[in-house]
């Protein structure tokens, strides 16, 4: 049974930096990629970042852009979301998603994902 775990989340100011991480078990991490996706409240939820089994390709959301990086630890079951200049309008619930097949893109499209953590909550103050 694949298990994701997110931690990291918190409260922080405007212009400050929060790194999420998701470790990952019950099935061959390295073979699927991962990706990250948020909901604010009363809105839909939304694609971030993922990354490819190989770690060799990223993609990202356009609001995410220059400001996160997505990354992943093979050795240690674990992907990232490092966010910096963090807004107000990243606030959020950040959910984190294991792909449904190996060996697959980075892909932004959550219906390939199969397996979903509960989610983090990240709080942007002014």
């Known amino acids: 049974q694949v298990q994701l775990v997110e931690s990291g989340g918190g409260l922080v100011q405007i212009g400050g930096s929060l790194r999420l991480s998701c470790a990952a078990s019950?099935?061959?991490?390295?073979?699927?990629?991962m990706g990250w996706f948020r909901q604010a409240p009363g809105k839909e939820r939304e694609f971030v970042a993922a990354?490819?089994?190989?770690?060799?390709?990223?993609t990202y959301a356009d609001s995410a852009k220059g400001r996160f990086t997505i990354s992943r630890d093979n050795a240690k079951n674990t992907v990232y979301l490092q966010m910096n200049s963090l807004k107000t309008e990243d606030t959020a619930v950040y959910f984190c998603?294991?792909?449904?097949?190996?060996?697959?893109?980075?892909?932004?499209?959550?219906?390939?994902?199969?397996?979903w953590g509960q989610g983090t909550q990240v709080t942007v103050s002014s």
């Open positions: 998603a294991q792909a449904r097949t190996r060996w697959s893109i980075a892909t932004a499209l959550a219906d390939d994902y199969q397996y």
């Open positions: 019950g099935r061959a991490f390295s073979n699927y990629a």
């Open positions: 990354i490819k089994w190989s770690e060799t390709s990223t």
